[in-house]
């Protein structure tokens, strides 16, 4: 059972995406976003509890990024809008049990992660 991104590409800044993770098999986990920029950490940027009512988002992409879980695909999906180039980044998402906030600030601790998907925005 492996998580699998799909959705990046290159956009221009202020364009939109919409990542998708495959997550079946993982119900019962929670679902996280995270991302790495070159020369940086990687960083939580939102996560969805396997309850679909708790959420994380990091304060740079809050009112422009939105994670939702449709439980019946088992796919978690990341809109993002206003995009920066400081957006820039491979992708990755990750599984794990336990609180939301936990994993999306501490990033450790995963069952999963997938392999990433490569968003890039132009200025």
């Known amino acids: 059972v492996q998580l699998a991104e799909s959705g990046g590409g290159l956009v221009q800044a202020g364009g939109s995406l919409r990542l998708s993770c495959a997550a079946s098999?993982?119900?019962?986990?929670?679902i996280g976003w995270f991302r790495q920029a070159p020369g940086k950490e990687r960083e939580g940027v939102s996560c969805?509890?396997?309850?679909?009512?708790?959420?994380y988002y990091r304060d740079s992409v809050k009112g422009r990024f939105t994670i939702s879980r449709d439980v019946a695909e088992n796919t978690v999906y990341l809109q993002m809008t206003g995009l920066r180039p400081e957006d820039s980044a491979v992708y990755y998402c990750?599984?794990?049990?336990?609180?939301?906030?936990?994993?999306?600030?501490?990033?450790?601790?995963?069952?999963?992660w997938g392999k990433g998907t490569l968003v890039t925005v132009s200025s």
């Open positions: 990750a599984a794990r049990r336990g609180s939301v906030f936990t994993m999306c600030t501490r990033g450790t601790g995963m069952d999963n």
């Open positions: 969805i509890g396997s309850s679909v009512n708790t959420t």
């Open positions: 098999g993982f119900e019962s986990h929670n």
